[in-house]
């Protein structure tokens, strides 16, 4: 079965528009209590559904830079928010693979609608592991209801990675105080699960996973986010100032990654879904408009683009990349499998080599479709109202994640020099 969307209407066109200035964000509306998915299977037509249903507005929504709530309201009614959460807490427990292929079916319906959910699903894999029962029952059951998380992870103004965002005591429970960026989902969300810093009483700093109610007093989200791709993800800042938080909201972090955990290969692979999903997207698009607009050049000989032997070629090249990314991230996903259900230092090894193979190839096959789709449509592809150009846009924005030149070295070096990738979660 092919795993290409149905290709795009040609009504959806594009047209840059200004981004309006910065303003502070409404919070999001209750949720309906969502459906219930019972299996792999029926998330993934779930996600198909979806896909199909936000596709025909995309290229509006980033021309226009609308958000997305009525968009995200459905993807969360529809079950596909809640597809990780453990049956014995009352999810589906899907498995690493259809995460990941849910994620790559709606990134190439809308790249950002794809990349909205990804620190939820991250939040939920550190709840996993590191979160005690009673707060996995707490917001497990909060994400069952309807609720999404965002993030607050990243912070700007620094180039030594450090975090500056503190948890000071406050009775019984904590204060959070300081600045976030690159802020992903907190836009929309009814939890914001930020990286804080702790002091210890003897002195050392411990960093903990802090999760803040949304219209929690003191929180302010703003939406300044001004890339040029990934236009609608609310990847914007937010500010806590003297938030407080409850004891049971905070979950250990950096000592979720002293022992071996899928914490980062889980995001990686959802990142490398991502990318598969704007190259599936972008090869899409590229198939309509070089049968029913672009012109075969002069010397192939031909009445007919689609007919041209050397854009025929090209076409054929673009689609064996990303076959070959799709192979490498159901790969990936089943080495996750496989170290989620016995996380040893082995396994998680190879789990996050395997997703740094996969987001290697899964960055480049998304920037070439995305180029390859003007080189093949020519000229009149790149008009605004076409729209086109959001496919690279918007996988030249998140391929810039992390880079790429630091998987293809983490691959080299555990491949040459049995070197076990780094536990941050960067790979």
């Given at each position: 079965?092919?795993?290409?969307l ?11 528009a ?22 792999d ?18 290229a ?21 928010w ?25 990134s ?12 939820h ?8 592991v ?14 069952l ?45 009814h939890w ?14 411990v ?5 803040v109610?949304?219209t ?49 290969p ?26 029913d607009?672009a012109?075969?050049?002069?010397d ?7 007919d ?17 990314a ?6 990936a ?42 080189e ?52």
């Open positions: 079965m092919s795993l290409l149905p290709e795009p209407p040609a009504s959806a066109l594009f047209t840059p200004p981004v309006p200035p910065p303003q502070a964000s409404p919070a999001p509306a209750p949720a309906g209590t969502p459906q219930r998915i019972a299996s299977a029926q998330a993934l037509a779930a996600a198909q559904r979806f896909a199909d249903r936000v596709a025909p507005g995309a509006r929504r980033d021309r226009e830079r609308l958000l997305p709530w009525a968009e995200l309201d459905e993807f969360v009614a529809s079950g596909l809640s597809i990780t959460v453990p049956p014995e807490y009352g999810g589906p427990g899907v498995s690493a693979g259809t995460l990941a292929e849910v994620i790559a079916r709606v190439a319906a809308d790249g950002s609608l794809g990349q909205i959910p990804q620190n699903f991250y939040a939920l894999e550190v709840l996993r590191g979160g005690s029962d009673a707060q996995k029952r707490f917001f497990y059951g909060r994400v209801a309807g609720e999404r998380f965002g993030n607050a992870l990243a912070e700007i103004g620094h180039k030594d990675f450090q975090r500056r965002t503190r948890l000071v005591p406050d009775g019984d429970g904590f204060r959070v105080i300081g600045r976030k960026f690159y802020c992903t989902g907190a836009l929309y969300a914001i699960p930020t990286l804080v810093v702790a002091q210890e009483a003897d002195g050392r700093e960093t903990w996973l802090a999760f109610p949304r929690a007093p003191g929180v302010r989200i703003t939406d300044d986010w001004d890339g040029f791709g990934q236009r609608v993800t609310g990847s914007g800042s937010v500010e806590f100032d003297d938030v407080r938080v409850e004891a049971e909201w905070v979950v250990p972090f950096l000592a979720s990654f002293q022992r071996p955990t899928t914490i980062g889980l995001a990686q692979l959802l990142h490398a879904a991502i990318d598969l999903g704007l190259a599936r997207g972008a090869l899409a698009a590229t198939l309509p408009f070089v049968r607009h012109r075969p050049w002069i192939a000989g031909v009445d007919r683009a689609a041209d032997p050397l854009l025929i070629q090209q076409l054929g090249d673009t689609a064996v990349r990303v076959r070959a799709e192979a490498l991230v159901r790969r996903a089943r080495f996750v499998a496989a170290a989620q259900a016995d996380p040893t230092e082995q396994s998680v090894a190879q789990a996050s080599v395997a997703v740094a193979e996969a987001r290697a190839l899964t960055t480049t096959a998304s920037l070439d479709a995305g180029t390859r789709l003007f093949l449509g020519g000229t009149s592809a790149t008009t605004g109202r076409q729209g086109l150009d959001r496919f690279w846009r918007n996988a030249r924005t998140h391929t810039l994640h992390d880079p790429v030149r630091w998987k293809y070295h983490a691959i080299g070096n555990y491949h040459l020099n049995g070197r076990i990738p780094p536990r941050h979660g960067a790979l």
